[in-house]
């Protein structure tokens, strides 16, 4: 949802306190007069009880813009929370509210989610600013992009580096290094990855001595070894991390999916 009038908020913010509390008391109005009479009657109707009053809303807060990507999931921008002023922005059940992203990553997600929240972006203003990001994704360090992930379940090995059909990737990623570490006679320098870890996981090229496509490691325990084997696969990383976690969020916005890689060539050509 796109608010046409993105200054609103500075407007209200200005406003004296009487006519805030008359927009909260209007609005909760809506919900008490005409919303709950209204559910309670297909409460009445539908459920044939005569409790109607089993279910029924009170108002939270008032927000003047927000992006509902799907039930639980969204971001808007607060007004008013029980009849104070506020001004903030809330999240909840989107991509940069899970553990499992790195705070480096999250914090680039935030900005774009500000952007439409707080800044009023345009469609150019996504796709330029990740068109930006990836251009300089690929200086990132490994523990810049890497997911936090928990090794919960154990697979076996059927070999060195092959894994049974049905394996997940945390679990190849795990014992892909443990292989690896024990192959290089590290065993001794860093720790074997365990069942109940919480490890790092990112996806690297896989053009690597091993072919392998992902690894995981203990957290800021990065191998220095394996920097001359292994590199980042930033292109999957960007999409992973940053294109796929977005993607609800364009439909939200309507939004056209853009691939950053593509554009950057696009550009090239078009001098």
């Known amino acids: 949802l796109r608010q046409q009038k993105p200054d609103l908020p500075k407007h209200i913010h200005n406003w004296p306190k009487t006519w805030k509390q008359k927009l ?16 309670r009657n297909l409460v009445k109707e539908y459920c044939h009880t005569t409790q109607s009053n089993v279910l029924s809303y009170e108002l939270e807060y008032v927000s003047s813009i927000g992006i509902y990507e799907g039930k639980k999931h969204y971001a808007t921008r ?26 480096e990553m999250k ?6 989610y500000d952007g439409i929240l707080l800044h009023n972006w345009s469609e150019m203003d996504y796709v330029n600013y990740t068109n930006e990001l990836y251009n300089k994704f690929s200086s990132f360090s490994i523990d810049e992009v890497s997911f936090w992930k928990g090794y919960n379940t154990e697979r076996q ?7 049974q ?27 074997e990855i365990r069942v109940g870890d919480k490890v790092r ?10 072919g392998i496509n992902c690894i995981a490691y203990k957290p800021g325990a990065w191998p220095k070894e394996f920097n001359e084997i292994f590199n980042v696969d930033y292109h999957v ?27 950057v060539v696009m550009d090239i050509f078009s001098l």
């Open 165 to 191: 059909v049905g394996t997940t990737g945390i679990a190849k990623a795990c014992t892909y290094y443990n292989q690896i570490i024990d192959k290089m006679k590290l065993g001794k320098k860093y720790d």
């Open 78 to 103: 607060k007004l008013f929370n029980e009849g104070d002023m506020v001004d903030s922005v809330k999240f909840a059940g989107i991509e940069l509210k899970k553990a499992q992203v790195p705070k």
């Open 107 to 112: 914090a680039f997600l935030a900005e774009i």
């Open 24 to 39: 909260w008391d209007v609005t909760n109005g809506l919900v008490q007069e005409k919303i709950n009479p209204y559910v």
């Open 157 to 163: 090995a059927i070999g060195f580096l092959q894994m």
């Open 201 to 210: 996981f990112c996806y690297i090229v896989p053009t690597n001595m091993y």
């Open 237 to 263: 990383m960007f999409n992973k991390i940053i294109l796929d976690p977005l993607k609800r969020f364009r439909e939200a916005c309507k939004f056209e999916n853009s691939d950053p890689s593509k554009q």
